[in-house]
């Protein structure tokens, strides 16, 4: 099923529709949204679910301590109607123990590959959010890889100290590595790869867009490339506002 229009906004890459009854999915090297609808969607299976791909089901899995972290039970498995109740289960390879919870777009609920968010990271969800910074060096987080739209997002207290990172390359037209904001004053975020196309210095941008301010309540208007890191095959971009 290739029509992605009815989740997420149209974004999340190629959708693999689980269906009812057991399927065994398997994904590829593109962005992937892995749908398990739900209810009786039985006994499933999902090998080769990367860092940048999406599972997405009707109704919030169960979260004990509300810390937006799906571990899998003791069972081994994720299960969707509670914890260890083994009725509609999904069971992923090795590549992936645990899932984090990035947001819902009023019909479905989004989870991602929880690794990926590193230790420190400040991360937002779908739709609009604001983050703020603190008095120590924060870091705050769009895994722009997964191709959703985070909405509009603020980040206020940005300090000198303080980098935005994401999991794809902020459009840069002349590859300067000066990301200068469109005329709006926002950071237009882009996807990764194919689908990284479009959305820039426009009103709007298909991938969200983020409005910066400094400790002064000052606007920031342009981001430099700091350097760029991988973890676990997965490329981070660590921009800040020193040139």
């Known amino acids: 099923m290739t029509d992605t229009s009815l989740i997420l906004d149209a974004k999340g890459g190629l959708v693999v529709d689980g269906g009812v009854g057991d399927q065994a999915l398997v994904g590829t090297s593109k962005p992937e949204t892995f749908y398990i609808s739900g209810p009786n969607s039985g006994t499933d299976s999902i090998s080769n679910f990367g860092s940048d791909d999406l599972l997405v089901v009707d109704a919030?899995?169960?979260?004990?301590?509300?810390?937006?972290i799906i571990t899998f039970g003791d069972n081994g498995l994720l299960d969707l109607d509670g914890p260890d109740a083994g009725?509609?289960?999904?069971?992923?390879?090795?590549?992936?123990?645990?899932?984090?919870?990035?947001?819902t777009d009023g019909t479905h609920y989004a989870y991602a590959d929880a690794s990926t968010r590193l230790a420190g990271f400040k991360e937002g969800k779908l739709g609009d959010d604001t983050l703020t910074g603190t008095s120590k060096a924060d870091v705050f987080f769009f895994d722009t890889a997964l191709d959703v739209n985070w909405g509009k997002?603020?980040?206020?207290?940005?300090?000198?100290?303080?980098?935005?990172?994401?999991?794809?390359?902020?459009?840069?037209?002349?590859?300067?590595?000066?990301?200068?904001?469109?005329?709006?004053?926002?950071?237009?975020?882009?996807?990764?790869?194919?689908?990284?196309?479009?959305?820039?210095?426009?009103?709007?941008?298909?991938?969200?867009?983020?409005?910066i301010t400094d400790w002064a309540g000052n606007k920031v208007t342009a981001l430099y490339l700091d350097h760029i890191s991988e973890v676990d095959g997965v490329k981070y971009y660590y921009y800040d506002t020193t040139a």
């Open 153 to 211: 997002d603020t980040i206020t207290k940005f300090g000198l100290t303080d980098s935005l990172v994401t999991t794809s390359a902020i459009f840069d037209g002349n590859n300067d590595g000066k990301i200068d904001f469109g005329p709006n004053g926002l950071l237009d975020l882009n996807g990764s790869g194919e689908l990284a196309h479009g959305g820039q210095q426009n009103d709007s941008s298909p991938w969200g867009q983020v409005s």
């Open 87 to 103: 009725l509609d289960t999904v069971t992923f390879d090795s590549s992936v123990d645990s899932l984090r919870y990035i947001g």
């Open 60 to 68: 919030k899995i169960y979260d004990a301590n509300h810390d937006n």
